[in-house]
């Protein structure tokens, strides 16, 4: 008698040790940020349009990031923070490419482009 209650005991403590992996596979996206930058307001044809809104997205990226460029960081948080910029402002700069080089006449559109990093 005092085995099997040791196994019901055991069994339960098993089962919810795999399922741990399963929950923190669930939560992985939990650490990505996403900013969506507006551009309704700028007229894209234009130089100072298309220059506001990278000025935008770059404040966006550094958002996402969490860069704290005013603070002191440790150099490990710091070089993080670098790739991610590094490389949300990759894909920015593609999305971005894509806009400013299409008709040309991007005026009041209600779209937003989405900036995205995993932190």
Do not use: H
Not at 64 to 89: H, I, N, W
Not at 90 to 119: E, P, Q, V, W
């Amino acid at each position: 008698m005092a085995k099997l209650s040791l196994i019901m005991l055991t069994v339960p403590t098993v089962l919810a040790g795999f399922s741990v992996p399963a929950a923190a596979a669930d939560n992985f996206d939990s650490d990505r940020a996403t900013v969506v930058v507006p551009y309704n307001d700028l007229n894209l044809s234009s130089a100072e349009g298309r220059e506001r809104l990278t000025t935008r997205v770059k404040y966006a990226v550094r958002t996402v990031c969490g860069s704290r460029p005013g603070y002191r960081q440790e150099l490990r948080q710091r070089a993080k923070a670098l790739r991610c910029e590094a490389t949300a402002m990759a894909d920015a700069d593609a999305k971005l490419a894509t806009l400013f080089d299409s008709d040309g006449a991007r005026l009041a559109d209600s779209g937003g482009i989405s900036i995205a990093a995993a932190r």
